[in-house]
């Protein structure tokens, strides 16, 4: 009864002003009023709810986007902008002792993005990306390269395979590094069995156990935009170039690398934003030794309770993040993702 | 193409896929080991995996997850579907925006979203627990779902919609009879891709959760903490080849429709 008497207010205007501004689309319609007894009945008849809602709809477009973005824009002002907001506040106030928060303001959070041990980690976390970039760059197009050239009917077998791990938990997958990596691991192990080594490889919780996993993690990143760029690419100016005489390395510098340099620029993007900031890969293969940005940020909200400086750092690296996509936007990079979409 | 490859470059190739996918494979084979302190062969044994259903900390692990997981999907999916259908269909003012708003938990570091929902939960004074996963999870699910829906919409035929208006069905007959049917392979897609994802987080949900819950995902980073066990090797495999059987569906009835 309620619902009723709820769809009969709002479909009020809809019955007299807008019929009338609309004319003859709308005027066929049985007036609103009809509906008025069977409410008074207390008849809940679906239908002719339906119906006047979706006339409603009809009339006002406003409403009806509103009606079915509103969801969606609720949870994401709730949970996704409102938290953003509040890391901004936090960001701003003063640690008391023993990890609480004083509501005092005080730009001390980023005032300590200039302490020296901070800057060493960035530019540990930088490098680090920097190389995952480098490696996922040459290893990535060696794929991508092989799948579109010479993947034949199995083209789109080999590109799932490459996306599948993404699917798989990234958990799961850093650890099994773990077990090949490790003093007792499986490399070592077998190292130690055929007799090259006597004592086990140091390849855990360094720098090189650091960049394998994140390179294991981030290269299906490289792989996908590449191979879209280079399924692109017309092979028939490759085929001009091998008639007039090119040699293989030069089509590929002169022709291949310089058409696919929207994809390289977009691998490289989305490899290093999430590279540069990842915590659970220095984690978990890293140990104590190799810090990074990521890593260090959690350790503030969790060991040590600043929140105010890990607020402040993790803002820092947002901004580095939201600077790189700009850029890539800017490159035409989205609207080369949008291609590739439709 | 018939030329034959380089064989440099399968050589290399080959390689690389076996950099994919030999941590796995090692993960999986020796969870059929006893072997304990090592990652030796020493014969085959089920004893692992045993462990992993008699532990009750696992058992409780998996409810958290199926209770996060579960409702996670049927809401995203259900968000993602309209919200798609709104910016495919809808032309108005600000659908760029909202589009790159929508994007945003998908572009953040997941430590970040993580941090900053942590703030947020203790901020408005919200226990930390299953709700505020689910909540999470449902936050950064919904653009994914979005992003496969639109997907599917942009092949569905227009003129098909038009053909059952012009025959006299009204927009919720539309929708329900001709919209839905089309668009259900894309709605099936994202309900089986968003499983895994929310099944598998691991940073945010590690940021979310209180001290009681725990999903599988935690389970098995605090027992990586504790020490390495085959243990895990056993919980590990069945967490990657469960999920992947979604996955594997979700693709497949996304492509079959494109023929």
């Excluded at chain 1, 990521?294 to 105010?308: D, E, T, V």
């Excluded at chain 2, 994919?20 to 030796?40: C, H, R």
Aim: aromatic share 14%; charged share 15%.
């Amino acid at each position: 009864m309620s619902d009723g008497n709820s769809v009969a207010y709002h479909g009020a205007p809809c019955g007299h002003e807008e019929a009338r501004r609309a004319g003859s689309i709308i005027r066929h319609q049985r007036p609103l009023a009809s509906f008025l007894p069977a409410s008074r009945m207390m008849v809940f008849d679906l239908r002719k709810v339906r119906r006047s809602i979706f006339r409603f709809f009809r009339t006002h477009p406003g409403f009806r986007t509103g009606a079915a973005l509103s969801p969606a824009a609720f949870w994401l002002t709730i949970f996704t902008l409102i938290p953003m907001g509040i890391v901004i506040y936090y960001s701003f106030l003063t640690r008391g002792p023993w990890g609480t928060i004083e509501y005092t303001f005080t730009l001390d959070s980023y005032r300590q993005i200039f302490d020296p041990l901070f800057l060493k980690i960035f530019a540990r976390s930088f490098k680090m990306a920097g190389l995952t970039v480098a490696i996922c760059l040459v290893a990535g197009y060696l794929i991508a390269y092989w799948i579109a050239f010479y993947g034949g009917r199995h083209k789109n077998l080999l590109l799932f395979l490459v996306i599948l791990p993404f699917w798989t938990s990234y958990l799961v997958r850093i650890y099994a590094w773990i077990t090949l990596l490790s003093d007792h691991g499986l490399i070592n192990n077998f190292l130690v069995k055929v007799q090259l080594i006597d004592a086990p490889l140091p390849l855990l919780h360094n720098q090189f156990s650091v960049l394998t996993g994140l390179v294991y993690t981030y290269l299906p990143f490289m792989i996908l935009p590449l191979y879209a760029s280079l399924e692109r690419l017309d092979r028939s100016i490759l085929e001009a170039a091998a008639d007039l005489g090119a040699t293989a390395m030069e089509r590929f510098y002169k022709i291949t690398l310089p058409l696919t340099k929207a994809g390289v620029f977009s691998g490289s993007v989305l490899v290093f934003a999430p590279a540069i900031g990842e915590f659970l890969v220095p984690e978990l293969l890293g140990g104590a030794k190799v810090m990074m940005i990521g890593k260090f940020i959690a350790l503030k909200f969790i060991g040590l309770r600043h929140w105010p400086l890990g607020s402040a750092y993790s803002l820092m690296l947002l901004t580095i993040i939201l600077i790189l996509l700009y850029l890539y936007m800017r490159a035409g990079g989205g609207k080369d993702a949008f291609r590739e979409q439709q | 193409m018939t030329r034959s490859s380089p064989r440099l470059l399968t050589f290399a190739c080959a390689f690389l896929y076996l950099f994919m996918y030999a941590p796995l494979f090692v993960l999986i084979v020796f969870s059929f080991t006893p072997a304990e302190y090592s990652v030796e062969w020493e014969g085959f044994t089920l004893k692992w995996y045993e462990a992993v259903f008699n532990n009750k900390n696992i058992q409780n692990a998996l409810k958290v997850s199926l209770m996060v997981a579960i409702p996670s999907v049927l809401i995203s999916t259900a968000i993602g579907t309209i919200t798609a259908f709104a910016l495919y269909r809808y032309k108005f003012f600000g659908r760029g925006m909202f589009q790159g708003i929508l994007y945003i938990p998908l572009i953040m570091p997941d430590l970040v979203i993580g941090i900053s929902l942590l703030l947020f939960f203790t901020f408005i004074q919200f226990d930390l627990g299953i709700l505020s996963i689910l909540l999470a999870h449902v936050s950064f699910s919904i653009p994914l779902a979005t992003l496969v829906i639109i997907a599917r919409m942009q092949r569905i035929d227009r003129s098909l919609e038009e053909a059952a208006m012009d025959l006299g069905a009204d927009e919720w007959t539309t929708m329900r009879k001709v919209t839905l049917p089309l668009l259900k392979p894309g709605i099936v897609a994202a309900a089986l891709l968003t499983f895994p994802w929310s099944f598998n987080d691991f940073v945010i949900t590690f940021f979310v959760s209180g001290v009681g819950s725990s999903t599988l995902p935690l389970r098995v980073y605090s027992m990586i903490r504790l020490g390495v066990s085959p243990m895990i090797n056993a919980l590990g495999t069945l967490i990657v080849l469960v999920p992947l059987v979604f996955v594997i569906i979700g693709v497949y009835l996304e492509k079959r429709s494109v023929s």
